[in-house]
């Protein structure tokens, strides 16, 4: 096993019982790193080069890449069916649109145990976007409803500066426990009508640091996928969460560019 060089100290946002705490944590260079595996530390570097030639463009990302992601997901995870119905795009235009649409600079793993209950009833109770995922994927809500088995994918890609302001870092799922974390619940996102449970993570135990891992230099023909629910592991109590939290990269220095990137997550269906 390669391990990781240090790429930098840097201060993240934890989630305490007092509010957000500011902690400085040691962050790998994930990219000399030969043992990640989404499967066993929930997230990974791939290469994966699209055939969308503007990234602002939401019609070209529907058309193109979320039938991209689709394959790319179906490869990975060996699921019956995959679902994509919508992407997020963070920028500065779109930070304007609303808040959520900025980096997120505190520690957190998307869903909770609930998710896959509450991405059901999404789907039963669907919008046009959903609709036209499930079309896409020739399947019902129902076909969801009645999955054996939910795992959700993300693909995260950086579409702008290889050096920006807020990058992305993750924590490898085998040294966050449950205790680590505790549900903080989300009425809505962006202005949307969907509520779920999202986990915020807590400092960890002195001596038992988080292993934390960049991938610098990121350029848009590889991606991050990373694990956020997987009900067969929720259903263990097996870690399928991934904590993750932008960062300010102190290698970047203080005029560098905002960071431009985008996110599609896959809902991975088994029969």
Known sequence: MNMAAEYCYAPVNYMSGVGIQAVEVPIAN??????????????ELIKHCSEVTDWDNAAQV????YPEMVALAKTLSGADHVLVSSHICRNPERADVHADYAPIQYVHSDFADDYGKRLAQLYRHGNADTKAALDAAGITAEDVVGAKRLLILQFWRNVGPTTPDLPIAFIDAQSVSKADMHQVHVPNYAGGDFAFDTLGVTP???????????FPNMHDDEVVVFRTFDSAMAAKGEPYWTPHSAFEDPHAGPTAPPRRSIEVRATCLYS
């Not at 529907?62 to 890449?65: E, G, Q, Y």
């Open 62 to 65: 529907r058309a193109v890449h």
């Open 30 to 43: 994930g990219r000399e790193a030969d043992f990640l595996d989404w499967h066993i530390n929930g997230f």
């Open 204 to 214: 960890p135990p002195s001596g038992q640091p988080h292993g934390w891992y960049v």
